[in-house]
Structure formats: C-alpha cells, structure tokens
C-alpha cells in the first residue's frame, strides 16, 4: 500500500495526528516528517530494527551513519558526554546554546542506547534538535530521539515537500506527515567536535561564519578545519556520505558554470543552451539577475532560483527547482553558480555534487 499523506499545521501540529505518527514510531514503522531544512524519514533510535528499515527504505550503504534527532537536551544514553574533551565539551555547549534547536547537527561521542547501525559503527553520533514545531511534537510524544537521513532515495535530490518524498519512497513507508515546504531548503550544517580541533563535515542551514563568531564570542578557540571533500566513490573512511561527488542528483545530466565575470557567464549558458537545444531538452537553473538575458532560448525550461542578493532564497528553492526540471523531462540541466559566503557555501557545495563534477570554470 502506499504511504498515507496527513496535512499537519506546521505552526501548531495538531495533537491527534502527531499522536497517531508518535504510535507508529514507537511501534518500530518509519514516518517522514517536516523539519526547518529538508524531510525527514523517521524511526526509533533506539530501536536496531526501525533503523534497518531506513536503510532499506532508501537504499542507503549501511557504512553511511544515521543523524538522532532530540528535542530539547542530549541525554547521556545518546551522547557519552564523559568521553569528549573539556575543551569540546565548552565548544558543544556554546553551539548548542546558540544554534540548537536549528539547522547544526554536532558529531559527539555515541551515547549507550544508540545501536551501532545508527552510526554505521563508528564510535561518534551526529545529533541534532530540528526547530520545526512538526518535529518537535513528533520527538516529544514519541518519547524517543528519532533517527533520521533526508527522506529521498540514496543519492536523489533531497526532499523539500511531503509530494518529494512520496515521490521516492511512497512504497516504502506508512506516513508522511504534509507540513508544507521546508523553511531553509537544504540540510544540517555538520560540525565534528570529537577531534583535536572542531572539523566542518557538511556546509548547511549555519554558516560557517556563523559557527566561528559563536565560538570566539565565547572566548573559545574559533578555527574550524573544512573538511568537505569530493569523493568519486564510498567507502568505509568517508566522514559524511555527503562528500560524495554524486549526490543531491537530479536524473539529468547537470553541468555547474562557474565565473566573476556575470557577463560572461550568461553569455556561455545561453549560447550553450542553444547548442544542446537542437538534440536535447534544456533544462536552465539561474538567478533573477540573469533572467532578461537569458529569455526565449528554443526547447529550454527555465527555473529562476532567487536573486544573487538573497541565497537563503535560492537555498529555499534549490532542490524543489531542480525536482521541477525532472518533472519536465529535460535531459540536461545548465546551471549557473552562486557567491559562497554564508549560506551560499551550502548551495555551492549541493550544485558541485548535482554535477557529479562536470564542472565549467569561465
Ligand atoms: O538537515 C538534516 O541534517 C537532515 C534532516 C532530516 O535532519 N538530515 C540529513 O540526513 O541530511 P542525511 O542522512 O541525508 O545526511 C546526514 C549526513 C550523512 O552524510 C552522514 O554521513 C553524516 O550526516 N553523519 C551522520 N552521523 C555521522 C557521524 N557520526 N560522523 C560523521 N558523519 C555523520
Ligand atoms: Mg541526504
């Protein structure tokens, strides 16, 4: 059967539908549900079972770890907190006063009720505390943290409404929880604090900058390493699974342009959309800025993601655009690239790894 869709308030979830969602949790089914970011695709942390149905349901390599999703505090039975650091132990404090509940997900020691599934069994667990009332209600009146990867299949494009991810996984689950399209659009900024120094994992919903001011505010050491990588292949080293260089992807084949120079940026994506529109449908993902110049190109779809001037827009729109391109059954996607400062970084990084690499420096 395929999975049910509940239309939830995401301000105030109502009681008797977060209640029949929280039964099912807590009865070891998998539910997706809203966050602030993107979907997620809920089980039971606690339970080894639950969890081997995430894995399942996307088709996800058991080497990549699971984030735990609390609502309020990390309990001890979730992060071993005697195992990090003073120093760690400050800088987890400080963020999570600052940034928790929200789009930070911080990578601490595994806690002795999380199953080593969850965390592909490595020693750490990504845990973060999303804002969205619908996941807050949820983790609540389940009594349990809730494991949680980005409902989509492995490696698709990540989902930002409840018909994404029924899109993917409708065979798959019981519930989707429909709380309307996720606020900031692409996922969790992940920050390990296990090592020596706080490491970058994933540039998401905080930015980097943002996580620096918060630590020498603090008075803490504020250098964090950026170890984002790009990786062709998995394996059982990789620290996020989002260092894949195919990852976000959408089923056309997307090239990433990239230049200073707006001018000559546009100049290339049109007289390359002109090119390919003889033998291909031409899908075009660029900023409002770019729209006049490039109108009324033959046999071309195109999605105007945001202004140059407001990324936290083109990030809200990111995944949901490139969806749409599928839908329209391009076969390739031309897409410009944006400034990466602040949430920019995260856009950046998703439309490198859409690209599988197919990368054009102007
Ligand atoms: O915004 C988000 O973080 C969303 C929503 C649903 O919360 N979740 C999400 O999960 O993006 P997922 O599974 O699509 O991506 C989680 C990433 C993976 O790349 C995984 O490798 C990494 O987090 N991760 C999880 N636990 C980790 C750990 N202990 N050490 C290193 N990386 C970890
Ligand atoms: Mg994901």
């Excluded at 639950?50 to 390599?61: D, L, S, Y």
């Excluded at 209600?137 to 018909?163: D, E, K, M, W, Y």
């Excluded at 980097?208 to 504020?222: H, T, Y």
């Excluded at 007289?271 to 800025?289: D, K, P, S």
Aim: aromatic share 4%; hydrophobic share 50%; glycine share 8%.
């Amino acid at each position: 059967m395929p999975a049910e869709i509940i239309r939830i308030s995401p301000e105030r979830p109502e009681p008797t539908i977060i209640a029949q969602a929280a039964a099912l949790i807590r009865a070891g089914q998998l539910v997706a549900f809203p966050t602030e970011t993107v979907y997620g695709l809920g089980a039971n942390a606690f339970d080894e079972n639950a969890v081997a149905g995430i894995f399942k349901a996307k088709g996800r390599p058991a080497a990549d770890p699971i984030i735990v999703h609390c609502a309020e505090e990390l309990p001890a039975d979730v992060v071993d907190w005697s195992q990090l650091s003073e120093a760690a132990q400050r800088s987890a404090q400080a963020l999570q006063a600052a940034f928790m509940p929200g789009a930070l997900t911080l990578v601490l020691p595994r806690g002795g009720r999380i199953p080593p599934i969850v965390t592909a069994g490595l020693p750490s667990v990504g845990v973060r505390m999303p804002s969205h009332p619908v996941a807050q209600a949820l983790i609540r009146a389940s009594g349990v943290p809730i494991a949680a990867p980005s409902a989509n299949r492995f490696a698709h494009t990540s989902p930002t409404t409840a018909q994404h991810v029924y899109a993917d996984l409708a065979d798959q689950i019981a519930l989707i929880l429909d709380g309307g399209a996720a606020q900031v659009g692409v996922e969790s900024t992940i920050l390990d604090l296990c090592g020596e120094r706080p490491r970058l994992l994933r540039h998401g919903g905080v930015p980097l900058e943002a996580l620096q001011a918060c630590l020498a505010r603090s008075g803490l050491p504020a250098h964090i390493e950026v170890v984002t990588r790009y990786v062709a292949e998995p394996s059982d080293a990789l620290p996020a699974s989002g260092m894949l260089l195919k990852h976000y992807a959408p089923r056309a084949a997307l090239t990433l342009y990239e230049s200073a120079d707006d001018t000559r940026l546009r100049a290339a994506l049109g007289a390359q959309a002109r090119r390919l529109a003889a033998v291909e449908r031409v899908g075009l993902l660029i900023a409002a800025e770019d729209a006049p110049f490039l109108a009324d190109l033959p046999n071309t779809c195109t999605e105007v993601v945001g202004s140059l001037s407001d990324l936290a827009g083109v990030a809200h729109n990111l995944f949901a655009a490139l969806r749409r391109l599928d839908d329209h059954g391009v076969t390739v996607i031309l897409a410009r690239s944006f400034p990466a400062a602040g949430i920019g970084a995260a856009v950046r990084d998703r439309l490198i790894r859409a690209a599988s690499g197919r990368l054009v420096h102007l």
